[in-house]
T-cell receptor, first 113, second 111 residues
Framework: GGIITQTPKFLIGQEGQKLTLKCQQN?????MYWYRQDSGKGLRLIYY???????QKGDLSEGYDASREKKSSFSLTVTSAQKNEMAVFLC????????????FGEGSKLTVL | DAKTTQPDSMESTEGETVHLPCSHA???????IYWYRQVPLQGPEYVTH???QNTTNSMAFLAIASDRKSSTLILTHVSLRDAAVYHC????????????FGLGTTLQVQP
């Protein structure tokens, strides 16, 4: 079996700071995703990528950049952290557009002071 | 992707069989029904999926109504480890690559 590794697990930043989250998968999956989960809300898609160097905007892409330089890795950058922001960012991967079976990482918790 | 409706929460006791309902009255003919579950401090975990026929695996049994407007995830002999948020999601395979997660049903399991 494979695994999705997200780093860091906890991230504390300052207002206005640029913050980057990293995700690695060893499933050899084509498609990778970044979701944001806020307390009391469902998961919201930020960006996804169907192959290396591809980027597709999700419903919540404003305020974020993403990068897929290798098939196995997908990074997400918060371009300007908002004061008192707190959320969990979840990375996932899937074989491709054929299946809806996603494999998720454990999440990265962001706190902005 | 069409919308689903689930109860906010359900309670059960260890050893019982639990029926988690999901309504999807506007489902399209080519939309699959996916179920995920999520425990605190973890990402969602795939449970099962189906199109028209009932399906079963080691985790659960998925019963799909004949008109496909609703489905039920059935968990047998639940344990404390089954306490989680269960998400029912619709997806068109091969077409769109994104799943839309709602708030799901929080299943509480009492000893």
């Amino acid at each position: 079996g494979g695994i999705i590794t997200q780093t860091p697990k906890f991230l504390i930043g300052q207002e206005g700071q640029k913050l980057t989250l990293k995700c690695q998968q060893n499933f050899n999956h084509d498609t990778m995703y970044w979701y944001r989960q806020d307390s009391g809300k469902g998961l919201r898609l930020i960006y996804y990528s169907i192959t290396e160097n591809d980027l597709q905007k999700g419903d919540l892409s404003e305020g974020y950049d993403a990068s897929r330089e290798k098939k196995s890795s997908f990074s997400l950058t918060v371009t300007s952290a908002q004061k008192n922001e707190m959320a969990v960012f979840l990375c996932a991967s899937s074989i491709g557009g054929v299946t809806g079976q996603l494999y998720f990482g454990e999440g990265s918790k962001l706190t902005v002071l | 992707d069409a919308k689903t409706t689930q109860p906010d929460s359900m309670e059960s006791t260890e050893g019982e069989t639990v029926h988690l309902p999901c309504s999807h009255a506007t489902i399209s003919g080519n939309e699959y029904i996916y179920w995920y579950r999520q425990v605190p401090l973890q990402g969602p975990e795939y449970v099962t999926h189906g199109l028209q026929q009932n399906t079963t695996n080691s985790m659960a049994f998925l019963a799909i109504a004949s008109d496909r407007k609703s489905s039920t995830l059935i968990l047998t002999h639940v344990s404390l480890r089954d306490a989680a948020v269960y998400h029912c999601i619709l997806r068109v395979d091969g077409n769109t690559r994104k799943l839309i997660f709602g708030l799901g049903t929080t299943l509480q399991v009492q000893p």
